[in-house]
């Protein structure tokens, strides 16, 4: 009964389109999240919302806002909603600060849903490059560069596609007396599989296997003019998985960055070795407290946790019990699944120091992440987020997270950020 929805009509020839919504709410209700989104679902494409609550005004432009999202840029014939917010005094604060992080939420779902033939390696880094961040420095690898460092996973993976990789690291240093975190992002703008290809059916999406950097550059756009108590670098690995004369095989033995070296057990298993490049070039040339690896990794998560939890693990208890307390009470939800030494000890190859995908462990998730944890040159507390079912939600829509690529991750990490 703390929830009230009245409606009202403007019949007038000027306004018969408008349709206006008053939203009062004497305390936050856990119902609220499934009203609002049933109520404003409804709504055609120009209203206006009246607010005074400062306790909700989070929840409600997420309804507004995310909830009714659709991503439409490729469309002959585009909708438009026109939404009018008024907020008092008190609220408009919170209004401002909220809708910022909405927005990055935002880009990040319109990055995912952009198709690789216009969003691949270049042009991603491209993007980053020409951003105008005020606090933030941008470096950007190109091919030769990746090849002259010695990133050779990233290199593997990337050079069976005529789009050749890129890597990005993103640089806010706030106090270099703060601890320093280390922000891996996975962004592989389409994956076929390699030579060892995915079935068509498992195809389709694979656009939006470039999620993980999606959302770590959204992250650093939101991050951008905030008032850190740590410095952030953030590196996103680009590169196309595709299949040529050129691409790399079964069997490979690949150099890293690190120096170590990797048994290619599955060529669909590249996600990994392009993060592993990643982690250790930041591990190796800064001075990290925490690396927090990002990125749809597993299809193993998604069997595991489905469409609505992403999968959190690592050595980090500390870092990862914050995700989890954050997940009790909002909308990005996580799971912890378990990981330790023995994981660990079982991505060790026979002929090389590692291997890529390890036969006979299952806990597919879990292996994913001990293989990274091994890029962790100086020892640095890592968690992985596996946010294979989050971020690529093919099943439907539910709360404010539409179908398809949702952004998932931008909201969680930054708050967590922030607040450290």
Do not use: W
Request: with cysteine.
């Amino acid at each position: 009964k703390s929830i009230y929805f009245s409606y009202s009509y403007f019949l007038g020839k000027q306004d018969f389109s408008k349709f206006f919504v008053y939203i009062f709410v004497d305390k936050k209700d856990k119902n609220l999240d499934y009203l609002l989104g049933k109520e404003i679902s409804k709504l055609p494409n120009n209203f206006t919302v009246f607010t005074n609550s400062s306790q909700n005004v989070e929840t409600l432009l997420n309804h507004c806002l995310l909830g009714r999202y659709r991503f439409d840029e490729y469309k002959s014939e585009k909708k438009e909603d026109k939404i009018n917010f008024f907020v008092d005094k008190d609220t408009e604060k919170i209004f401002d600060k909220r809708l910022k992080t909405v927005e990055n939420i935002i880009f990040a779902r319109n990055l995912g849903f952009t198709p690789s033939s216009d969003l691949y390696p270049e042009t991603f880094a491209e993007l980053v490059k020409n951003t105008k961040f005020k606090n933030t420095k941008v470096k950007v690898f190109d091919y030769e560069r990746i090849k002259k460092l010695g990133l050779g996973l990233l290199e593997a993976v990337g050079k069976g596609s005529h789009k050749k990789p890129r890597m990005v690291v993103l640089e806010k240093i706030v106090d270099k007396s703060y601890k320093t975190i280390g922000l891996v992002g996975k962004g592989v703008t389409f994956d076929t599989g390699g030579i060892q290809v995915k079935p068509g059916d498992s195809m389709y999406e694979m656009k939006g296997d470039m999620c993980g950097a999606a959302n770590v550059f959204s992250i650093m756009k939101e991050l951008d003019d905030k008032d850190l108590k740590v410095n952030i670098v953030a590196c996103l690995v680009l590169a196309e998985n595709h299949i040529s004369g050129e691409s790399f095989k079964p069997s490979d033995i690949l150099k890293s960055y690190s120096g170590k070296t990797v048994d290619v057990i599955h060529t669909d298993a590249e996600g990994r070795l392009v993060l592993a490049d990643g982690m250790s070039y930041i591990s190796k040339n800064y001075n990290l407290d925490k690396i927090i690896t990002m990125a749809t990794l597993t299809g193993a998560c998604m069997v595991a946790l489905g469409f609505r939890y992403a999968g959190i693990m690592g050595n980090d208890e500390k870092l990862i019990n914050k995700f989890l307390d954050y997940s009790e009470n909002n909308f990005e939800k996580y799971n912890k699944l378990p990981f330790d030494s023995y994981f660990v000890e079982k991505t060790k190859s026979e002929i090389a120091d590692l291997e890529n995908l390890c036969r006979g462990v299952y806990a597919g998730s879990t292996m994913g992440a001990a293989f990274l944890s091994n890029f962790c040159l100086n020892n640095e507390k890592y968690t992985h987020l596996d946010i294979a079912g989050t971020a690529l939600n093919s099943f439907e829509p539910y709360g404010y997270a539409n179908k398809g690529m949702t952004g998932f991750g931008v909201d969680s990490v930054s708050f967590i950020l922030k607040n450290l």
